[in-house]
């Protein structure tokens, strides 16, 4: 089925072209990967909820003057955004130590940091996404000091938000990964925007009370209910309703 032109396609989306110029469709796959690959797998409705979850994200965040690709959601697994060009940097901010971080220095896993912490890491998964320093990422020419700043600032912002939205969902923050692009403007300027997704593939949540993991921690250690943590995200969000609607998976499982 070759209705459009594929033009990419990564380890959970498959981008297409868009029907305009400049715009390109996201499709949400239920395939996950993790540690570089290593790991492969399939989360039952992963697409339909990610893509509702990140179309969530996406608005609020513009809402509140966070610049991003978005467009709009097409349908169930599959959004329309500007075709931004994407910094091979991914933006990862952390509010309480967990995953890579609790391994690079030896900090007990749930450790609250002092204050957030923002790293980069150089999107090439043929090196495992190394750790990188600005300095990496000027030299290399991946990106300029003021686009770093741009990303830094917003990633910020985004972590301010984002860590009140989901408290208010009894939902800790843990940390997150972003991606940033370029989108050229009609007088030929480039403004950073924030691009990919959000969602519990790229956010570590934890329940505020029973610190249970609500993301993809689940897939990655093997500890079970890894559908229904990505429902329970959706449900609390206000994203499908406690009775299910059209855009339940299990509604297009049935198809
Ligand atoms: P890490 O502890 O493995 O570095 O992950 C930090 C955050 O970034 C976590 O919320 C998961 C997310 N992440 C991605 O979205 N993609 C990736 O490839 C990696 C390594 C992490």
Not at 23 to 47: H, M, R, S, W
Not at 107 to 135: C, H, M, N, Q
Not at 205 to 230: C, P, Q
């Amino acid at each position: 089925m070759s209705r459009r032109r594929n033009i990419y396609e990564g380890k959970a989306k498959i981008l297409y072209q868009g029907p305009e110029p400049g715009t390109i469709v996201q499709y949400f796959k239920d395939d996950a990967t993790a540690f570089n690959n290593e790991k492969k797998g399939t989360i039952l409705g992963k697409g339909v909820l990610n893509n509702r979850i990140s179309e969530f994200l996406m608005l609020r965040l513009a809402e509140i003057g966070v610049p991003t690709h978005f467009v709009r959601r097409l349908n169930m697994r599959e959004q329309l955004v500007y075709k931004a060009e994407i910094i091979p940097v991914e933006v990862v901010v952390r509010n309480i130590a967990a995953g890579q971080f609790t391994e690079r220095f030896q900090v007990k896993e749930g450790t609250p940091l002092p204050r957030s912490i923002v790293e980069f890491y150089y999107k090439a998964d043929e090196l495992g996404d190394p750790i990188v320093s600005e300095e990496h990422i000027t030299s290399f020419g991946w990106a300029t000091p003021k686009d770093i700043d741009e990303m830094m600032a917003l990633a910020l912002r985004i972590n301010d938000y984002m860590s009140g939205l989901f408290a208010g969902i009894g939902l800790k923050l843990v940390d997150f990964k972003l991606e940033f692009g370029h989108l050229f403007e009609e007088n030929g300027e480039a403004r950073v925007v924030l691009a990919d997704e959000i969602s519990p593939d790229s956010c570590r949540l934890w329940d505020i009370k029973t610190n249970d993991k609500m993301d993809k921690d689940r897939f990655r250690h093997d500890l079970g209910s890894v559908e229904e943590a990505y429902q329970e995200v959706a449900r609390r969000l206000g994203i499908l309703t406690e009775t299910g609607d059209g855009d339940m998976p299990t509604t297009e499982k049935a198809k």
